[in-house]
């Protein structure tokens, strides 16, 4: 698996199972029914670091970003966003791209990494823990799951 720095033409790649994966409505905390031009703007924002992994063949099967959580002062402490196309996942994707995006985080002069709103059921709780994020704090039933019903959202750390 090859991960990269992102280009302009990676987005009709990344599209298609960052569509699937918002709409579904299970891990993000965004519009299940945001536009293809909202959803750029929203992952590919200028500011950015965006990369992509590709398997051998050359398709894209995951992305993440790092940008500042926060500006001025606290512009040090960074946040984060990955997805993995549900076709590939359990292939140690995510966690490669997270290793990325951490090694890159520290590399880039942040001091932390903040993750604002992690679905309490997500997952990918377990692989932020094993990584060594910590949970600040949940807010309680503050994400309407269509399966589980009202959960909460994890304010999750870890130090660089």
Not at 123 to 128: G, M, T
Request: charge should be negative; glycine fraction near 10%.
């Amino acid at each position: 698996m090859l991960i990269r720095e992102a280009v302009v033409d990676d987005w009709p790649r990344i599209w298609p199972f960052w569509h699937l994966i918002v709409a579904a409505g299970e891990t993000y905390a965004w519009d299940p029914d945001t536009s293809e031009d909202d959803a750029r703007a929203l992952w590919m924002a200028p500011g950015k670091r965006v990369f992509v992994a590709e398997d051998a063949s050359g398709a894209v099967v995951g992305s993440a970003y790092v940008t500042p959580n926060y500006g001025g002062p606290a512009a040090d402490v960074a946040n984060a966003g990955f997805m993995v196309d549900p076709d590939h996942a359990g292939k140690g994707i995510g966690r490669a791209l997270a290793e990325h995006v951490l090694r890159t985080a520290e590399a880039d002069g942040y001091r932390a990494m903040v993750f604002n709103a992690v679905v309490e059921t997500n997952p990918a709780v377990k692989l932020w823990t094993s990584l060594g994020f910590s949970i600040l704090g949940t807010i309680p039933d503050a994400f309407a799951h269509p399966t589980h019903g009202r959960v909460g959202l994890h304010v999750m750390h870890r130090s660089l």
